[in-house]
């Protein structure tokens, strides 16, 4: 729930080590055959300071993507990421 107060609550609540699990996970799990069922378009967001999900892997998705016949564009939210990082900042 978002608070108007404290803009940055849900933040304090995020565990961070939950992507690195998701990670791991989807690394031994293939979607691309599931690809064709998404009915929606698609918005790929990827930042340039991220380790676990390089924007170096959003061509080969977009690819897979357009090809099972989803309507997919790339973002590079590294301006958001940049914009948000002072709020994260205070957190600390």
């Given at each position: ?83 948000l990082a002072p709020l994260v900042a205070r957190l600390n």
């Open positions: 729930m978002y608070d108007a107060v404290t803009p940055t609550a849900p933040l304090a609540k995020w565990d961070a080590n939950s992507l690195i699990i998701l990670r791991r996970a989807l690394l031994g799990f293939d979607t691309r055959p599931d690809f064709a069922r998404i009915k929606a378009k698609v918005l790929y967001i990827l930042c340039r300071t991220d380790a676990l999900f390089p924007p170096k892997i959003a061509p080969d998705v977009i690819k897979a993507l357009t090809v099972a016949g989803v309507e997919a564009r790339y973002f590079d939210s590294t301006a958001i990421s940049e914009f």
